[in-house]
């Protein structure tokens, strides 16, 4: 398994290595211009709709917040149920850390 990591993390370095050779010098000539010149009339999502590669990370950003919500309120909920299970089960009053399991899976977590 952990090298199955350190590949993971050879890969990435490899990649920032690549990306690095590839913004190392800066464009000259007709690319030059092309990066400088401003932006026209048209707006962020006008952009962004006509440039595919914008909208492959708009829709990537969008899919990361719904897994993201979707993972958290699973977390919430099945913290909050193992909760209610041991407070039956063991049948004690509040502690003062219950409330951390009600409020923010979060907190529970880190600390």
Known sequence: MMLLAGAGLLVGLGFTWMANQAF????TGAARKSA?????????FELALKNHYLTLVA???FLLNVVNTTGEY????????????WRHKQKVADSPWVPLLENSTVRFIAG
């Open 24 to 27: 190392r010098y800066p464009p």
């Open 74 to 85: 699973i977390l919430s909920s099945f913290v909050v149920e193992q909760r209610r299970l």
């Open 59 to 61: 829709l990537l950003i």
């Open 36 to 44: 400088e010149k401003p932006l026209g009339k048209e707006g962020g």
